[in-house]
């Protein structure tokens, strides 16, 4: 996501933020730290929560679900907030819903061919998709020669991550880490998009709602055409399911923009880079993840990257 007059190219997880408000401190404090601390630990989670259950329930019906569960929940909030959709803003919110569809499509497909670890990497590399974007579309976020060489850099890593040097992976683990970064690409266009339309005027929450309205529309069609329609309703499966629509798709992004509108987003942009970190942490310890040398090597390169290109 890209706050609209941060400079910073920082891409932040899946919802984008539509504009600065007044009265934006400096400096973050304990509490803003400590939020953004949890923040993109559950952002990194929650690849590894799809994966967890995709043998009892498909990835891209959980994302329906959990869709169409935060919908909900932000409707009923815009209406007991008297919120209503601007009409000029509906071709710029039919966009975006897609492209944020496209990218959970993308997101479930790769989770179902290989690791959560690897998902988590590859769909943040979304800062580098967004960079080179605003960079063709907006003059003030031209690149120069260092947040080029930090995107080249990046863009080398994930190279060196797809290539599976030790024959570790198998079957076709690297379609799936190639549909994650296909997702990243979605979900940099997602963020240019809302730049540099009407939406970067618009309400964080009618930005959000375009959003998890796309991913409802496009995901769950989609999961009963192509026979992704396992749900077992076990113990296990619900709370997943609960913590993917309550506390990531709905709660976590509300703390997002409350924070937006409190602090410097280039500031709160520094803690997302530990949100793969996160991920990957996480994939390996809760699924017993291998990393090949190669992968990670490429992660550390990319993170690298990114680090450069956001950093002015």
Do not use: N
């Amino acid at each position: 996501m890209k706050y609209p007059t941060s400079p910073s190219v920082v891409d932040f997880p899946v919802a984008a933020a539509s504009r600065p408000s007044a009265g934006m401190s400096g400096p973050l404090d304990v509490r803003a730290g400590g939020l953004m601390l949890l923040l993109c630990f559950l952002w990194g989670l929650q690849q590894v929560s799809l994966k967890a259950v995709s043998d009892q329930a498909s990835p891209m019906l959980m994302v329906a679900l959990r869709s169409a569960m935060a919908l909900a929940l932000l409707a009923g909030l815009m209406c007991w907030r008297g919120e209503m959709l601007d009409r000029r803003r509906r071709a710029a919110g039919a966009a975006a819903g897609t492209l944020f569809g496209l990218e959970f499509l993308l997101v479930a497909v790769a989770l179902q061919l290989t690791q959560a670890s690897h998902v988590a990497v590859f769909l943040y590399t979304s800062p580098l998709f967004t960079a080179v974007g605003l960079h063709w579309r907006l003059p003030a976020e031209r690149l120069d020669c260092r947040r080029w060489a930090g995107i080249g850099l990046a863009f080398g890593g994930i190279a060196l991550a797809l290539f599976d040097g030790g024959g570790a992976r198998t079957g076709m683990a690297w379609l799936g880490d190639l549909l994650a970064v296909l997702a990243g690409l979605a979900m940099g266009a997602t963020t240019v998009t809302i730049r540099c339309t009407r939406l970067a005027t618009a309400p964080a929450t009618e930005t959000l709602f375009y959003q998890l309205l796309g991913a409802v529309v496009l995901l769950l069609p989609t999961a009963w055409l192509t026979g992704q329609w396992r749900f077992e309703p076990t113990a296990a499966v619900w709370a997943h399911l609960g913590f993917q629509g309550l506390v990531v798709s709905f709660a976590s992004f509300l703390t997002w923009f409350w924070l937006l509108r409190r602090y410097l987003a280039s500031r709160l942009g520094v803690f997302t880079f530990l949100t793969p970190l996160f991920g990957v942490l996480l994939g390996v310890w809760l699924l017993g993840e291998v990393l090949a040398p190669s992968f990670a090597a490429g992660s550390l390169l990319v993170l690298a990257g990114i680090a450069l290109a956001g950093r002015r």
